[in-house]
Every structure is written in structure tokens, then in C-alpha cells.
């Protein structure tokens, strides 16, 4: 039985990438701190004898005995509220916390794929984004501690590659969304999803011409699932390119939701990239990957999963408005 560690799974991306390797017949170690995660995404794991969770911060020393044929790092705050309410550990657990997994690796001579993003462009200069694109990235600004943190943590990951022999992969992954989600993390889909609940309105930040394009999860832990087995060693983007205007993909949540609310607009907060869209002809290439699932589809599971939340959960979650922290 192969053996792998997830780091980050009681994430939203972690804790499917558990499921998912169980599935596939792994033994699954899930690791995390609980800084943006929740044991109830695991908690359907806990009893499962090819399962066990570690509490650990990764940016401390990791003291591992089994052995290991693979190891996920997906441990990183990853909601731009998150990362400016929690910015030294964003910066300690992209690069410390990396640090540590490259050295596990080599340790145990395991494959380790590392969780990079679409942020790592930055404001993107060029569209759509292809791998060879170095990005747009302003070091001081509000996102500055999770951008720069995720491009230490792809430089040094290919040092251990290069100078250590350790095998290794990159996924940069743009927008991903699906059950899971922490309703009051900030980013887009589920602060209007609840929104959309509660009865509010919707807030749009800037006039909404900024894009994005929304990967539905199942496709993303497939486009992952895919990378780790390939031989490919350098940067690959997943993600959806259908792209979509903020303020359009507004309507299309007003219109899912049955909301009778109304959009309002607040400030844009400062560096929000105005457009993002992934190339993704390399990993169609090289992993025969592309997504399945469209929009309509992907966020209908999305909202059944949030209206399934108990009223406490809905209203424990309020969204706040973040907009003037962020432009500080
Ligand atoms: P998430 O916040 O739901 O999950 C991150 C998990 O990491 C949480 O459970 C958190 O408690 C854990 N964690 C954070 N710091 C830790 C530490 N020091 N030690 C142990 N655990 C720690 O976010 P997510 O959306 O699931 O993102 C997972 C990864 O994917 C992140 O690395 C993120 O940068 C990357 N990513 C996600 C997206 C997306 O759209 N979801 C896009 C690009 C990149
Ligand atoms: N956004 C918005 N209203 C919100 C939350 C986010 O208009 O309540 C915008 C945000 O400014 C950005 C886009 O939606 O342009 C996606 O934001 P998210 O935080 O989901 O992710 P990002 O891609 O910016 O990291």
C-alpha cells in the first residue's frame, strides 16, 4: 500500500485530496493546525483504518517515522482576508513550512508535489497566463505575503530538485471552488453564496470588470491526481478557463439563488489582478487533463452544500466587510 502525507487536510482542497487518495486505494496521513481549517471536513475520515491526522504546524520541525512514497503540501492560508488577518504565518508555512517538506522528502526519498497558484502572476501583464509568464507580483503590497511566500516556495522546490535529486512537482492552481468551503473565508463564492442566504446584498468590490475563471474541485484533485503521477517536474497550471466578469458572475449567483437582493459596489482592494484566465494546453499535453464539470453545474453542488449549513453555522459565518482593511 502506497503511502502518502497531506498537508492542509482539514482544508477545502485537502481534505478531497484525502478522500480522494483513500479512494484510490493510499494510506492517507492528513496533516494541519486548524489555522483556516475545520475537523468537520475530515471527520468523515477519522475511523477509517487507511487514515490517521496529525495536529502539527508544518512550519515546525516534522518528526515523521513511517516511511512515505509521497507527500501533498497544501498547507497555506489561501483567502486574501485570511492571508492579511494572518500574514507571518502565510509568509512562515510558504516558506519554512516548505522547507521542511523538501527535507522530509529527501529524507524519505518521496515525491512531493507542492501546492503553488495563479498569484504568483500576480496582476497579469499577459492573458491568458501561460507557465512561461514571471508575473506582475508588487512584494509590499496586501497580497505581497502570500505571492511572494508561494514563489520562495516554487524556487526552492526546484533547488531540491536540481541540487538534491528530489523528485518533485508544481501545480499552480488557479480559482478553485466546490463543497467545503468556509463560508466566512472571504473569497468570492461563498461570501456571495451567503449572502444570497442571509439576505443581503451582494457586494461587488470595484465596478466588477475584473475576471476570474472558477475550477469546480473534482477537476482540480483529478488535474493534481494526474501532475503527481506524471514525470513533469516544473510549473503546470489547473484550473477552468471559462472566464467571467465579477460583476456578471454576480448576476449568475442572484439568479442561482433566487436571491431578490440587489448588487452593490464597494472598493476595489488594492492590487486585485483585473484579469486571470489559465492557459492550460500544457497539462492537456502532458496529462491528457481537462476540466469536466462547467460553471452552472459545478455551482448548483456548491449552493446545496452551503444551504445545507445549520442557521447558526450561516449566521456564526457573517460575512464582513473586509474592503477597508484590505486597502490599507
Ligand atoms: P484552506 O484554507 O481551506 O486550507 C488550508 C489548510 O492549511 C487549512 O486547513 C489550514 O488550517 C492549514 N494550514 C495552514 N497553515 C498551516 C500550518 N502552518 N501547519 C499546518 N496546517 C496549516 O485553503 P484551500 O483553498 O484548501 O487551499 C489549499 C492550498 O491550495 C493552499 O496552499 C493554497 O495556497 C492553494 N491554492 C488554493 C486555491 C483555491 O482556489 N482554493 C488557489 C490557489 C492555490
Ligand atoms: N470579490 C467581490 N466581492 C466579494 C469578494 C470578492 O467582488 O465579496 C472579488 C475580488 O475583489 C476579486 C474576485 O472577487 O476580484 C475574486 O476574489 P477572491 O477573494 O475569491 O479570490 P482572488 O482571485 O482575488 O484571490
Not at 37 to 49: A, E, F, Q, T
Not at 96 to 102: I, R, S, W
Request: glycine share 8%; charged share 25%; net charge negative.
Amino acid at each position: 500500500m502506497k503511502k502518502i502525507l497531506i498537508t492542509g487536510a482539514a482544508g477545502f482542497l485537502g481534505s478531497h485530496l484525502c478522500d480522494r487518495f483513500i479512494k484510490e486505494g493510499y494510506h492517507v496521513t492528513g496533516m494541519d493546525n486548524f489555522i483556516t481549517g475545520d475537523k468537520k471536513n475530515i471527520s468523515h475520515l477519522l475511523d477509517n483504518p487507511n487514515f490517521q491526522f496529525i495536529n502539527h504546524d508544518v512550519t515546525e520541525y516534522i518528526d515523521f517515522k513511517d516511511d512515505l512514497d509521497y507527500i501533498l503540501h497544501f498547507a497555506s492560508p489561501a483567502s486574501p482576508i485570511d492571508y492579511l488577518k494572518i500574514p507571518i504565518q502565510t509568509l512562515k508555512v510558504g516558506s519554512l513550512g516548505t522547507h521542511n517538506l523538501l527535507g522530509l522528502a529527501k529524507a524519505k526519498e518521496a515525491r512531493i508535489l507542492i501546492a503553488s497558484t495563479s498569484e504568483i502572476y500576480g496582476d497579469p501583464l499577459v492573458h491568458p497566463q501561460t507557465e512561461d509568464y514571471y508575473g506582475n507580483v508588487n512584494t509590499i503590497g496586501p497580497r505581497g505575503v502570500y505571492d511572494e511566500a508561494k514563489r520562495f516556495q516554487e524556487s526552492i522546490t526546484m533547488a531540491y530538485h536540481t541540487f538534491h535529486g528530489v523528485e518533485t512537482r508544481i501545480v499552480r492552481i488557479f480559482n478553485t471552488y466546490g463543497p467545503r468551503m468556509r463560508l466566512n473565508d472571504g473569497r468570492v463564492i461563498p461570501a456571495f453564496m451567503g449572502q444570497a442566504l442571509r439576505g443581503e446584498d451582494l457586494t461587488v468590490f470595484g465596478d466588477g470588470s475584473q475576471t476570474r475563471s472558477f475550477c469546480y474541485v473534482d477537476d482540480q484533485v483529478e488535474g493534481i491526481y494526474k501532475l503527481l503521477l506524471s514525470d513533469y517536474a516544473k510549473p503546470v497550471n489547473i484550473g477552468n478557463p471559462h472566464e467571467i466578469t465579477i460583476s456578471d458572475f454576480a448576476e449568475e449567483i442572484i439568479k442561482l439563488t433566487g436571491t431578490t437582493q440587489k448588487v452593490i459596489y464597494k472598493d476595489l482592494p488594492v492590487n486585485d489582478p483585473m484579469q486571470r484566465q489559465p492557459d492550460i494546453s500544457l497539462a492537456k499535453k502532458l496529462l491528457g487533463w481537462e476540466p469536466k464539470v462547467d460553471r452552472a453545474e459545478g455551482m448548483k453542488i456548491t449552493f446545496d452544500y452551503f444551504k445545507s449549513l445549520t442557521e447558526d453555522e450561516l449566521y456564526k459565518s457573517e460575512h464582513k466587510d473586509f474592503t477597508g482593511y484590505i486597502n490599507k
